[in-house]
């Protein structure tokens, strides 16, 4: 099954980049051509690890543009339609602000994903503020979307202290057929550590001349496979 998966959340700093990297490794993993189309041409924290990478695709589109949002949309849907056909999975990293592009062309999206042969997935990245909860129930792409997943990002606090966990919006996201997954927190030595190895971070532990003690390799090896195990939840729900 198609999908195009759009890593949301609209602020910054709540682990788009992160997660949309581990969907591509995933993905790439399981021998699926992959389309990474990086939505901030001044922050690519995407595409360098997958620019040389086999069956991956990288494409930059400027989606930082509220005051052109829906030239960004048509920009971004005719790149793919002209230069990704046969691209079996999509995963769209989202700039910071993206919803005044986005949502506001939520109506247009979605039927442009489904004419191309896809399903919309959007992967909401919720984190330590309430902000990005309400922000969730607000999303017109998320409504609009055949499947649509927070990801609870728990870098720095764990799933019960998330905010998510407590709030009226999570009982209905759920009610709604969203479905819920973890991204696993990794220590802030190791991510420091990989955040400038331009490779995906399953390569990463692979190499043993990069740099990373054996501690630290097992560490990130341990953390990948465990956002694999979340990620395969999706898998496992779309196919039920």
């Known amino acids: 099954m198609k999908k195009m998966i759009f890593v949301h959340g609209d602020k910054g700093g709540v682990g788009k980049s992160t997660f949309a990297s581990l969907l591509?490794?995933?993905?790439?993993?399981?021998?699926?051509?992959?389309?990474?189309?990086?939505?901030?041409?001044?922050?690519?924290?995407v595409a360098p690890r997958f620019e040389n990478v086999?069956?991956?695709?990288?494409?930059?589109i400027d989606l930082a543009r509220p005051d052109m949002?829906?030239?960004?949309?048509?920009?971004?849907?005719?790149?793919?339609?002209?230069?990704l056909t046969?691209?079996?999975?999509?995963?769209?990293?989202?700039p910071a602000a993206s919803s005044a592009t986005l949502d506001?062309?939520?109506d247009i999206i979605a039927p442009t994903v489904k004419e191309m042969g896809y399903d919309l997935v959007v992967c909401w990245m919720v984190d330590v503020g309430v902000d990005s909860v309400i922000m969730?129930?607000?999303?017109?792409?998320?409504?609009?979307?055949?499947?649509k997943v927070a990801v609870q990002?728990?870098?720095?606090k764990s799933v019960e202290a998330l905010p998510w966990h407590r709030h009226a919006v999570r009982e209905k996201w759920l009610s709604e057929g969203g479905m819920e997954i973890v991204l696993p927190g990794l220590t802030e030595r190791v991510i420091s550590r990989v955040r400038d190895i331009p490779a995906p971070f399953s390569q990463i532990v692979l190499d043993r001349e990069n740099g990373l003690?054996?501690?630290?390799?097992?560490?990130?090896?341990?953390?990948?496979?465990?956002?694999?195990?979340?990620i395969a939840k999706m898998e496992d729900t779309t196919n039920e």
């Open 136 to 147: 969730a129930d607000k999303s017109a792409l998320c409504k609009m979307a055949d499947q």
């Open 153 to 156: 990002n728990t870098r720095l």
């Open 24 to 45: 591509a490794d995933y993905y790439l993993h399981q021998d699926k051509p992959v389309a990474i189309i990086e939505g901030d041409k001044m922050v690519r924290d």
């Open 69 to 83: 949002s829906e030239d960004a949309v048509v920009a971004l849907f005719s790149a793919m339609e002209n230069h």
């Open 54 to 60: 086999e069956k991956a695709t990288v494409v930059e």
């Open 86 to 94: 046969e691209t079996e999975i999509a995963i769209i990293n989202t």
């Open 213 to 230: 003690t054996i501690v630290e390799r097992q560490s990130l090896k341990r953390w990948v496979e465990s956002a694999w195990a979340e």
């Open 104 to 106: 506001r062309q939520a």
